[in-house]
C-alpha cells in the first residue's frame, strides 16, 4: 500500500515591516522647506534630514535619527517604481508599475495629479531646475516631457529600443540626455524633440549617469 502525504495549503497574508521596497529609487530630503504632518508628528522647519523611500504601493516617509516612520503616502493596488522630488522639495513625483505618474504635495500628503501616457512600469523620473517640467521613462522604451504646471503632456521621444534606466535634464541647454538597456545614450533637442547624437560606446545595459 502505497504512502500518501498530504501538504498544508499556504496562501500570501499581510505585509507589514516593510521599509524600503526594491523597485524603486530613494530620496533624501530636507524639512526645512515646509512642514510635513503625520500621525501624531510634526516635522518642524528645521535643517533635518529625511528619506522618502518605497513600500510595495505606497511611500515612507522616516526620520533616521529617531528611526521611525513619520509619514505614508499611500497608493493604490500598484507598486512603487520611481521617485523624484521637485528642487523645491514641495512636490513629489511617483512612478508606479503600471505606467501612471502621480504628483505629491508633499505639506499637504495627497496626490492631487494623475499623469498617463505609458503602457508599461515607470523607470526613471526627474523634475527639471525650474521645477516646471517632469520627464518619466518607461519599460516601453519611451520618454514623455510634461508641462506640471498645466498638468499635460508635452512630447513623447522614441527612440530607445529598451527600457530607459535614467533621464537627466542639461541646466545649461535645452537638453535631455536618456539612457536605456539597449546600452545606448541619447542626447534630445527640446526645442525640437528629436535625437542630436547616440553614443553607442557602451557594451552592457546603461543604468546610471550620475
Known amino acids: 500500500m502505497g504512502l500518501t ?8 497574508g499581510a505585509t ?12 533624501l530630503m530636507e ?9 501624531g508628528h510634526k516635522l518642524k522647519p528645521a535643517k ?3 528619506i522618502v523611500a518605497p513600500a510595495l504601493e505606497n511611500v515612507h516617509v522616516w526620520d533616521p535619527r529617531k528611526e521611525e516612520r513619520v509619514s505614508v503616502l499611500a497608493g493604490d493596488r500598484h507598486p512603487v517604481s520611481a521617485l523624484s522630488l521637485s528642487p523645491d522639495q514641495s512636490q513629489l513625483a511617483v512612478g508606479y508599475d503600471d505606467g501612471c505618474v502621480k504628483l505629491w504635495s508633499i505639506n499637504a500628503q495627497r496626490s492631487h495629479v494623475t499623469l498617463s501616457g505609458h503602457r508599461s512600469g515607470i523607470t526613471c523620473l526627474q523634475y527639471d531646475q525650474t521645477g516646471t517640467r517632469l520627464v518619466s ?4 522604451t519611451c520618454a514623455i516631457v510634461w508641462d506640471v504646471v498645466n498638468e499635460s503632456g508635452l512630447f513623447r521621444l522614441k527612440g530607445h529600443k529598451g527600457p530607459l534606466t535614467a533621464c537627466v535634464f542639461l541646466s545649461e541647454y535645452n537638453v535631455l540626455v536618456t539612457s536605456s538597456k539597449d546600452t545606448l545614450v541619447k542626447l ?3 526645442e525640437t524633440q528629436h535625437c542630436f547624437q547616440t553614443l553607442v560606446g557602451h557594451r552592457s545595459e546603461v543604468w546610471s549617469m550620475e
Open 48 to 50: 533635518q534630514l529625511w
Open 31 to 39: 524639512s526645512s522647506r515646509g512642514t510635513l504632518a503625520g500621525a
Open 16 to 27: 507589514f515591516g516593510v521599509v524600503n521596497g526594491r523597485q524603486s529609487n530613494a530620496i
Open 188 to 190: 534630445w533637442d527640446l
Open 5 to 12: 502525504k498530504q501538504y498544508l495549503k499556504y496562501s500570501p
Open 137 to 140: 521613462g518607461s519599460k516601453d
